[in-house]
DNA sequence: CAGTATCCTATCCGATACTG
DNA sequence: CAGTATCGGATAGGATACTG
């Protein structure tokens, strides 16, 4: 390994630090706003709490996150990027979209895909252009275990948007449904989020207005817009 | 380890390729115009055949690089980037701007830091800058193990450059001492080299015309120009 | 909830030796 | 020279259980 014995180039360096199993995505979700030890776990679902813990540690260690108390309430630690840090993006952005075009290794999708999908795709939805009201709109995701089927999006007055794996008991007002194939196809760009409702692929039930706005308010992934080869 | 469970997301899919111990620098090599095993292998002193063998099939399979039989008369085969290979150059070039701002660990440096240092060094001079004759140039380095201390540059007629570890038989023109801290600071481009020349840091001795134009010929890093916080 | 400690296993890398 | 095969040891990551 490179690090039994440090080298000068400050390739190698960087690689030391950012190149470590799991980093990579870690940054990808503090870059994206990500502060607290759970919002890390239940955006990369796979990774182990106790990798986690020394992942962050080392990030701390090498200056790119900051630990600091929470902010308001909450108990535990939040997570928030440095200077240097927040320069990482452009190296984690490079490298998302080289991958968004070049790998096409097809992963087999399930449960943790879905799950960490869902809660970009929460972060991502555009409230602005969205009537000012309480409402839900139900995504449902075919051929994934159960538990990671139903997902609910509440989208409240205040402009804020939660995501619940339970019915908020509201009624649904938009309910959209589609292979997880289907599903990452479109959050990815791949294929327009249009052509696959008109081909079938993707179903739309309930409010006219919420389903012909869908393009607007549903905010695929920050590499969706990359151009393909 | 991500590679159990393949996600969808391009950066973990990036990540699963290009982080692999090691395949930063080769990738590096391979963007800097390498081709052949042993120039990969003397860029990378501490990198262990058999890994060096591993890495070349998995990004050749990977679709990164591409094996030929070599052009000329040398046996073995060549590596050459692919398009998705040479499109991974922003993702290497950012590591590296982000480590040569943002990593100020110490390495100790030594014998491996000097050889590819040097060999670095052979292929960014500017030979175009100097008289079309064929003389040589004496790069000392103190304060790592002999037998990486002493290098000599020589300069073609034809604007070839080679890079030896014996004397190869020509009057030296210049000689450039410094110990391999100062070479280090230089080369990054954390110092510039006339500051360390008049610091007293590094020293030259012979040819007055290659001393005064030593800046425009001796190629720093591709990262040194980076800004630096 | 927000992590940390322990333990065990899998893997992966380097050393060495070997081959066309 | 240009790699590849084998092997043994280190290490790092997951599972699990635990704590304030």
Redesign the interface.
């Given at each position: 390994?490179?690090d039994?014995?440090?080298?000068?180039?400050?390739?190698?360096?960087?690689?030391d630090?950012?190149?470590?199993?799991?980093t990579?995505?870690i940054l990808?979700e503090a870059l994206m706003g990500s502060h607290r030890f759970n919002e890390f776990k239940r955006a990369i679902p796979?990774i182990s709490p106790s990798t986690l813990s020394r992942r962050l540690t080392t990030l701390t260690e090498a200056?790119i996150l900051e630990k600091s108390s929470s902010r308001d309430d909450a108990r535990g630690l939040e997570y928030h990027l440095t200077?240097?840090g927040e320069?990482?993006r452009?190296?984690?952005i490079?490298?998302?979209?080289?991958?968004?075009?070049?790998?096409r290794?097809k992963?087999?999708?399930?449960k943790?895909?879905a799950a960490?999908?869902m809660w970009d795709m929460k972060r991502c939805v555009d409230a602005e252009v969205l009537p000012d009201e309480r409402f839900v709109v139900k995504i449902e995701i075919r051929g994934v275990e159960k538990r990671a089927r139903d997902w609910w999006l509440l989208f409240e007055e205040d402009g804020n948007t939660d995501l619940c794996l339970q019915p908020p008991g509201h009624d649904v007002a938009l309910k959209v449904v589609a292979t997880m194939e289907t599903w990452?196809d479109v959050w990815?760009g791949h294929r327009p989020i249009h052509e696959a409702i008109d081909g079938g692929d993707m179903r739309l039930e309930g409010d006219r207005l919420l389903q012909d706005s869908i393009e607007d308010w549903i905010g695929l992934s920050v590499?969706a817009p990359t151009p393909r080869?």
């Amino acid at each position: 390994m490179e690090d039994k014995d440090p080298q000068f180039c400050p390739i190698a360096q960087a690689a030391d630090i950012v190149t470590e199993s799991w980093t990579p995505l870690i940054l990808r979700e503090a870059l994206m706003g990500s502060h607290r030890f759970n919002e890390f776990k239940r955006a990369i679902p796979q990774i182990s709490p106790s990798t986690l813990s020394r992942r962050l540690t080392t990030l701390t260690e090498a200056g790119i996150l900051e630990k600091s108390s929470s902010r308001d309430d909450a108990r535990g630690l939040e997570y928030h990027l440095t200077e240097a840090g927040e320069e990482l993006r452009p190296v984690i952005i490079e490298l998302g979209k080289w991958g968004i075009r070049w790998v096409r290794r097809k992963a087999n999708l399930g449960k943790h895909d879905a799950a960490a999908m869902m809660w970009d795709m929460k972060r991502c939805v555009d409230a602005e252009v969205l009537p000012d009201e309480r409402f839900v709109v139900k995504i449902e995701i075919r051929g994934v275990e159960k538990r990671a089927r139903d997902w609910w999006l509440l989208f409240e007055e205040d402009g804020n948007t939660d995501l619940c794996l339970q019915p908020p008991g509201h009624d649904v007002a938009l309910k959209v449904v589609a292979t997880m194939e289907t599903w990452a196809d479109v959050w990815l760009g791949h294929r327009p989020i249009h052509e696959a409702i008109d081909g079938g692929d993707m179903r739309l039930e309930g409010d006219r207005l919420l389903q012909d706005s869908i393009e607007d308010w549903i905010g695929l992934s920050v590499l969706a817009p990359t151009p393909r080869p």
